[in-house]
């Protein structure tokens, strides 16, 4: 909602959809990919949502100081951040480790989300003794970081987040105003919330 994704899995059709990217394609043994993103799309800062961005994003998703899973899925199939390289302004190869039929579903998950280089720059240096403080802050409202539908508008740990449409979103504005998501702690509260008609959608 705040990032969105490269791609998104879509469970009817069976096959991954494309968000901002504009193409996902591999050679014939899936050990080479390159992705073409959609022109003219923009961070909420102003920032180009390219190629670029993509690179500077994977680049930190590798990197050691970089302790999420998804550091690990990335180094044992791509290996090295310099597989990943820009060709032009909207084009990213990726060159694999390890070949992998199954890499856009890396581009639908957390390396998808791409966030915008200004903004994470902002943070500064990622060994610096305060960088853990300002990337929690940042977490709960990454203003201006996203390129998705909605903008964090608040965001309580343990409480929980309500986001509003961004009517430049370049998908074309979003169906929904604003979203509300509110952590109750029980899949009891939540069956109650959609019995009385207080929650419109719930996880159980």
């Known amino acids: ?27 014939a043994d899936s050990s080479e990919w390159t992705l073409k ?12 949502y390219d190629a670029d961005a993509v690179k500077y994003n994977w680049d930190r998703y590798m990197s050691a100081v970089n302790t999420s899973t998804s550091r690990a899925w990335l180094n044992y199939v791509v290996g090295d951040p310099k597989n990943v390289t820009v060709v032009d302004p909207l ?25 915008s280089p200004t903004k994470l720059k902002a943070l500064g240096d990622p060994t610096a003794a305060d960088y853990k403080a300002k990337v929690d802050a940042f977490n709960l409202k990454p203003e201006g970081a996203g390129a998705g539908p909605f903008e964090i508008v608040s965001f309580v740990k343990g409480e929980g987040v309500t986001v509003k449409a961004d009517p430049n979103y370049y998908g074309g504005a979003p169906y929904l105003d604003t979203t509300k998501v509110v952590n109750l ?3 009891d509260k939540n069956v109650d919330g959609l019995k009385t008609g207080s929650l419109n959608v719930a996880f159980l």
């Open 91 to 115: 084009t990213v190869k990726f060159v694999l480790k390890v070949p992998f039929a199954g890499f856009p579903a890396f581009l639908a998950h957390t390396p998808g989300m791409i966030l």
């Open 185 to 187: 702690n029980s899949s």
């Open 1 to 27: 909602a705040i990032y969105d994704t490269i791609v998104r899995w879509n469970p009817e059709a069976r096959k991954y959809d494309n968000r901002t990217a504009a193409s996902v394609t591999a050679n």
């Open 37 to 48: 993103l959609k022109p003219g799309i923009k961070f909420r800062d102003g920032t180009a």
